[in-house]
């Protein structure tokens, strides 16, 4: 309703010109709201140009003036460093504030601790988040198109769903070692069983008329995959992906807090020992910070691969 | 355009195959020899049939039984003709063109192609679906591209001949639109030109229109038939809209429902290029009436033997 008005007043605009100028204006002014009042005293120069009354008419049919989204994003982050630091100031449980966090970050920039760290934990994150997904389209695929490898593997995955990969860890680390392996297999589990379930729906979701349309066109069961079946199921892969990464990225943490020598948990497990509140919020932010950039790139890529969807 | 119809004589000449009785009447151990020659059944125009659905049923498995979509429905489609399918929903109408278009495998008989028998769905039987069924990420061309595309069809050919489908149906300015920006109308029209772009002898709808308002309807309707007119193909048009099927088919099944079968068919000796002339004349009127009564006045429907 509110976002068919402004329209139906710009359509009257540019006719009332054309037709009678002051009559229908006034007549039409209950039915379309607001805007067409305007009209009902018409600029004299506007008459003669019909396209100018349009657009002046139309001004102020557009809804208020909106503030940008982006703004209102840095003043809320903003607020809340303010509050932070307000919090801090007044010694809250000797709460680091933003400005010692930020020295601190300094620091563990300049002596490479915090590149470092960062740098290991993303290096598995990503290790293990590839191979998720990876095998967890291929699976995923798989038990969509063939009935009997779903009935195979679904007992599984659902099972497995069920339990936090981080409850695998002690397994994990008993079987593998306290190397990188358990850690980046906790990650992929992470990342595949996110994964795996949104490719299942996505292929089993797939309109059958479309396969039908292609399949009259000729398109035998290999093109029918690939032209049909994955470009149908790309938006839920996609989604299923950025759940996938978010849950890879608690799970390297907490896989880092229980056995590792440098990552971002590592150093703040390392950090509890000695008190040291400045280096676990460096810590915080940078998982924050890198697990928020990740989302975006995926996101950016889902934007772009399902352009095509009719959205709302 | 109907140069192929000579005769005109019988009311319903070739719609049930004389050898094999339609209807609950017939006894159900009548199963048609699958070698029968395609000499006899010839369609009105005396061409051999393009398309001969012999002695076809088709059952579906429901909650405590099995639904009966079709009949035993023996019916012949002659080379270039325009038939229309019309009945009640739940006559098989649906489910007749699906057999032909290899989407659905018929429980007994068969539906035979070119004097082959259909198998599943291959290229040379475009089919056009109500929910126009387009690839929402391609664009208006690369849908039309896409029969070619699986074909093998390379480069500047595949570009040429989609094209000229697009061009066809005058969707020219939308080549490169994604469907989600098109209207309904437009929708079908790529889909018509997807169809034609493969360049099928055949071309099945069902309920193309259906789902269009009826400004829109009898647009795309003049537009088939002038599409038609110019590349002319064997058309089965499947509606329950009975002016539709008048003013488009030479010839108007009509079905009957519980079990889906043949209940009627009825000739349309209009001339082509029908306009709206066409659809003002007496002529249409009492064709259309008698269609409507054949679809609306059905004798009472037998149950439907469930086996």
Redesign the interface.
């Known amino acids: 309703m509110t976002a068919g008005q402004p329209r139906k007043a710009v359509a009257d605009a540019g006719r009332i010109p054309g037709d009678a100028p002051r009559g229908p204006a006034a007549a039409d002014a209950p039915g379309s709201g607001g805007p067409a009042v305007a009209l009902a005293k018409p600029d004299p120069a506007a008459l003669d140009r019909p396209g100018v009354a349009a657009t002046r008419a139309a001004r102020p049919a557009r809804p208020a003036r909106r503030v940008p989204a982006p703004l209102l994003n840095a003043v809320s982050l903003a607020a809340g460093v303010g509050v932070w630091a307000l919090l801090a100031a007044h010694g809250v449980g000797g709460l680091p504030g933003p400005a010692a966090v930020a020295r601190r970050a300094e620091q563990m920039l300049r002596d490479g601790t915090l590149e470092g760290d960062m740098l290991a934990s993303l290096r598995r994150v990503l290790a293990g988040f590839v191979l998720g997904s990876v095998l967890a389209v291929v699976v995923g695929f798989l038990m969509g198109w063939y009935p009997v490898v779903r009935a195979l593997c679904e007992p599984y995955v659902q099972f497995f769903r069920t339990i936090p990969p981080l409850a695998l860890i002690p397994v994990a680390v008993v079987l593998m070692g306290i190397g990188e392996t358990p850690k980046i297999f906790v990650i992929f589990l992470a990342a595949f069983l996110s994964t795996v379930v949104a490719t299942l729906q996505g292929v089993v979701g797939v309109d059958r008329t479309l396969i039908n349309a292609a399949r009259v066109l000729g398109a035998r069961d290999f093109a029918v995959f690939l032209r049909v079946v994955i470009p149908a199921a790309a938006p839920f892969i996609l989604v299923g992906m950025r759940i996938g990464l978010g849950s890879a990225w608690a799970t390297v943490v907490a896989a880092e807090l229980i056995a590792a020598q440098e990552g971002l948990g590592f150093r703040m497990q390392h950090a509890e020992t000695y008190y040291d509140l400045d280096t676990i919020f460096v810590g915080l932010v940078a998982i924050g910070v890198l697990g928020l950039v990740m989302d975006r790139l995926l996101l950016l890529a889902e934007n772009r691969l399902t352009r095509w969807q009719e959205r709302r | 355009m109907n140069a192929h119809r000579t005769s005109p004589e019988a009311s319903s000449p070739a719609a049930s195959e004389p050898s094999a009785p339609t209807g609950p009447e017939g006894s159900p151990s009548s199963v048609p020899s699958p070698s029968a020659p395609t000499g006899p059944e010839a369609s009105p125009s005396g061409a051999p049939a393009k398309i001969s659905f012999r002695d076809v049923s088709c059952h579906f498995p429901v909650k405590g039984g099995v639904f009966t979509a079709v009949d035993r429905v023996s019916l012949h489609v002659g080379e270039r003709e325009f038939v229309a399918v019309v009945g009640p929903s739940g006559c098989g109408k649906s489910t007749l063109l699906n057999m032909a278009?290899?989407?659905v495998a018929p429980t007994s008989g068969e539906v035979v192609v070119d004097g082959r028998p259909v198998t599943?769905?291959?290229?040379d039987?475009?089919?056009i679906?109500q929910?126009y069924?387009?690839?929402?990420?391609?664009t208006v061309r690369r849908n039309v591209e896409?029969?070619l595309?699986?074909?093998g069809v390379r480069g500047a050919e595949r570009r040429r001949r989609a094209d000229e489908a697009i061009a066809l149906v005058g969707l020219g300015d939308f080549a490169d639109a994604?469907?989600?920006t098109l209207s309904g109308g437009m929708k079908q029209r790529c889909a018509i030109a997807?169809?034609y772009a493969?360049d099928p002898d055949v071309l099945l709808m069902d309920e193309p229109f259906g789902a269009l308002d009826s400004l829109t309807r009898v647009q795309l309707q003049d537009q088939l038939l002038d599409t038609w007119s110019r590349r002319t193909r064997t058309v089965v048009f499947v509606t329950h809209d009975v002016e539709e099927a008048v003013y488009l088919a030479g010839r108007v099944v009509v079905m009957a429902a519980r079990p889906g079968r043949v209940h009627r068919v009825v000739e349309v000796p209009l001339p082509y290029p029908r306009t709206e002339h066409t659809r003002l004349s007496p002529e249409f009127a009492a064709l259309r009436n008698e269609v409507w009564s054949a679809v609306h006045h059905q004798d009472n429907p037998v149950e439907a033997p469930a086996d």
């Open positions: 278009a290899g989407l599943g769905p291959g290229p039987r475009g089919v679906f929910q069924a387009l690839f929402p990420w391609l896409f029969g595309r699986v074909a994604l469907p989600k997807r169809a493969v």
